[in-house]
């Protein structure tokens, strides 16, 4: 089936390490996109790719790094330099021919 | 910017009963889509419904349908026949052009939290 993938479900980390959220999709779409959900708040746009060997920042990209080296892959690295960094994040991936964006089941990221 | 507001940050509904979500949004664009995605419990993001804005139809999926206003820029969910099941969080999306041509960005509101009552 095709579809959004993203591991760890949960990751804990020490405050000052770096950690990368893997996303991986077999839809086949161009578009990846990096989303940070906190409690009323909705989903904020970290990064935003179009593109292999192409993205740009979101909303909120401060303190936030990532690679688009393959279609399927959009790894997102959450650095030291990132305040908050405790919160729920989801990868989506879109296409032109469908609008809309498909989300993996996201990552809860603890970071004490 | 473009902006949406959803405005009602709880909602209840009995079981097999009607209820309305809100949005409103802001944009000066005449071309876009909008969205309904539902986020359970499990936090998957689904889909619900979309809609294109030059199409004066309003979209309906089974007990899912929407009344748009674009005029009012206002965008509502309607759910009939409430399950228990549809209890979940609401997110309404709005999808923009976003840098280059064939990029997009999509900007969502705070969410709707709807509870079923059995």
């Known amino acids: ?112 | 910017a473009q902006t949406v507001t959803q405005s009602q940050p709880e909602m209840s509904v009995q079981e097999a009963e009607t209820v309305t979500l809100s949005c409103t949004y802001d944009t000066s664009e005449s071309d876009y889509y909008l969205f309904w995605y539902k986020q359970p419990p499990s936090r998957q993001m689904i889909l619900v419904i979309r809609q294109e804005a030059y199409k004066q139809q309003n979209a309906t999926e089974n007990r899912f349908s929407v009344n748009f206003q674009k005029a009012a820029k206002s965008f509502s969910l309607k759910i009939s026949d409430s399950q228990l099941g549809d209890a979940a969080m609401y997110f309404c999306a709005y999808r923009t052009q976003f840098g280059t041509s064939g990029t997009y960005k999509y900007i969502f509101g705070t969410g709707t939290r709807l509870k079923v009552l059995a």
């Open chain 1, 1 to 112: 089936d095709g579809g959004i993938t993203q591991s760890p479900k949960y990751l804990f980390r020490k405050e000052g390490q770096n950690v990368t959220l893997s996303c991986e999709q077999n839809l086949n779409h161009d578009a990846m996109y990096w989303y940070r959900q906190d409690p009323g708040q909705g989903l904020r746009l970290i990064y935003y790719s179009q593109i292999v060997n192409d993205f740009q920042k979101g909303d909120i990209a401060e303190g936030y790094s990532v690679s688009r080296e393959k279609k399927e892959s959009f790894p997102l690295t959450v650095t030291s330099a990132q305040k908050n960094p405790t919160a729920f994040y989801l990868c989506a991936s879109s296409t032109g021919q469908r609008h809309e964006q498909y989300f993996g089941p996201g990552t809860r990221l603890t970071v004490t």
